[in-house]
Nanobody, 122 residues
Framework: QVQPVESGGGLVQAGGSLRLECSASTRLSSYTLGWFRRAPGKEREFVAVISWSAGRTAYADAVKGRFTFSRDNAKNTAYLQMNSLKPHDTAVYYC????????????????WGQGTQVTVSS
């Protein structure tokens, strides 16, 4: 069992950058990791996924080209670099871990963090 913990959220102006981190007290290296977000009044949505080896990533169309998902298994930490942020990126961002080899839907993730708030002002 693994408990992801997110950090790095905050308030940033449109066009700015933030880097979210996902870590855990137990090993993350054997899990596929995903980022999801939930904006006020909206459903939770997929943001990005990275395979356990970091050899494969995928992104939602809304963030493609602006967000980069990476991981350092030696540091037991994953990173979501978010550039060119827009007001509609405002949401609570969740890191999740899946035992599946590949997972792009929330139902494939068993372990979830508490979330970190990202607010982008215009």
């Amino acid at each position: 069992q693994v408990q992801p913990v997110e950090s790095g959220g905050g308030l940033v102006q449109a066009g700015g950058s933030l880097r979210l981190e996902c870590s855990a007290s137990t090993r993350l290296s054997s899990y596929t990791l995903g980022w999801f977000r939930r904006a006020p009044g909206k459903e939770r949505e997929f943001v990005a996924v990275i395979s356990w080896s970091a050899g494969r990533t995928a992104y939602a169309d809304a963030v493609k080209g602006r967000f980069t998902f990476s991981r350092d298994n030696a540091k037991n930490t994953a990173y979501l670099q978010m550039n060119s942020l827009k007001p509609h990126d405002t949401a609570v961002y969740y890191c999740a871990a899946s035992a599946s080899e590949w997972a792009t839907t929330a139902r494939d993730y068993l372990y979830w963090g508490q979330g970190t708030q990202v607010t982008v002002s215009s």
